[in-house]
């Protein structure tokens, strides 16, 4: 079968770490493989691994990205795909429209996937088009369920991301010279306890709470020392500037390192003792916490959303209440002097499920008889 998988752009960010991995195993199992996007640095990457890339500007949330349904109608008849695969909300828009001025034998049968939580609106409504729509946790079937009551159960079908076991499992051991430069570039790390906070430096994503938790556990524990890894958008500058701030008020400037954008989270994962999850929203599914609990690490966490399934299935005692930083704090102060036992082997929410559960989804949809 020919599947065209449609989203914004290809530089870095989980769906389209998860369209690579899907058109890759597309084609190794002998199926064709296009995505349409505005291109980015990863399409050398689809490319090398067999998959045709289609580019046209649909990034945009512009009226101007319409000039483009022509376009994209046009792609449709010269490449005529088996499966539509839609995956953000502006591009499924363009390619929604482009697919229904195809006469309705010529329509590719429609999937999307709703990846996110994102905020209830008409715009937003396009992810439940599909003649099957994929939603990445329960949380996330649950949130199409209460906000669109029109769109039928039977359509739903929850396939849960998931992370490939060969690169994430507890016998994972960092490499001598990972471990060897980031001793160099940061020795002030050495023989420090360190706790972890992945994620883009956003206030949602809980950093503040991440500050106080650790100003507490200095006072019992000297040695602990906090990471937060990842990045501030432009247009989030203040934001970091209240971070450092707020770490000079609490006295953490010898126990707080902002590492910045990080490709080497794997690597940070399995050499922090803790890693923490502390987003006030409900993720949709959470992928840094499952690749944590996956390296057989502990994750200490905001029970709610995606998150809250991993640690009911894998680590029950990492939940936290939302906000609860006291809760956090007795939590981690238990761990720094017991640890904690090791989490449950990630049997559930693995690549090659997700990869067969959507070639399923796929057969199961060309196998019906048209409407």
Avoid at 41 to 46: E, F, I, M, S, W
Avoid at 96 to 106: E, F, W
Avoid at 177 to 203: I, Y
Avoid at 330 to 357: D, G, I, M, R
Wanted: hydrophobic share 35%.
């Amino acid at each position: 079968m020919k599947v065209l998988q449609v989203l914004p752009e290809l530089n870095s960010g989980g769906v389209e770490r998860g369209t690579l991995e899907l058109a890759k195993h597309l084609i190794d199992q002998g199926h064709q493989s296009l995505v349409l996007s505005n291109g980015g640095r990863l399409v050398p990457q689809l490319e090398s691994e067999g998959t045709t890339h289609l580019t046209l500007p649909i990034h945009k949330k512009s009226p101007a990205s319409l000039l483009q349904i022509p376009k994209i109608k046009q792609l449709l008849l010269q490449h005529q795909p088996d499966i539509l695969h839609l995956r953000s909300r502006v591009p499924a828009w363009l390619t929604y429209l482009a697919s229904k001025q195809l006469p309705p034998a010529q329509r590719p049968k429609l999937v999307t996937t709703v990846h996110g939580l994102y905020s209830v609106s008409p715009y937003s409504a396009i992810m439940t088009k599909g003649q099957t729509v994929i939603c990445v946790s329960q949380s996330v079937k649950d949130y199409v369920l209460k906000n669109y009551p029109k769109v039928p159960p039977e359509k739903l079908t929850v396939i849960h991301r998931g992370i490939n076991p060969e690169q994430y499992h507890p016998a994972y051991t960092l490499p001598q010279d990972w471990l060897t430069n980031f001793q160099a570039k940061h020795p002030h790390l050495t023989n420090k306890r360190l706790l972890l906070l992945p994620g883009r430096l956003t206030r949602w994503k809980g950093q503040l709470d991440f500050l106080e938790i650790l100003a507490q556990l200095k006072t019992t524990h000297p040695d602990i020392h906090g990471l937060l890894a990842g990045e501030a958008h432009p247009r989030k500058q203040n934001y970091l500037a209240e971070l450092k701030t707020r770490a000079s008020q609490l006295h953490l400037t010898d126990h707080l390192t902002i590492l910045g954008n990080r490709t080497d989270l794997r690597e940070l994962m399995t050499h922090a003792e803790i890693t923490l999850s502390l987003s006030h929203e409900p993720e949709a599914f959470g992928r840094v916490s499952l690749e944590a609990l996956s390296l057989g690490k502990p994750v200490a966490a905001y029970h709610h959303g995606g998150v809250a399934e991993q640690l009911n299935t894998l680590f029950p005692t990492g939940k936290l209440p939302v906000g609860d930083t006291r809760a956090a704090i007795a939590l981690l102060n238990q761990w720094l002097t017991t640890p904690p036992p090791q989490p449950s082997p990630n049997t559930t929410f693995t690549l090659p499920k997700l990869l067969s559960s959507t070639l399923q989804v796929y057969h199961d949809l060309l196998a019906k008889t048209p409407s």
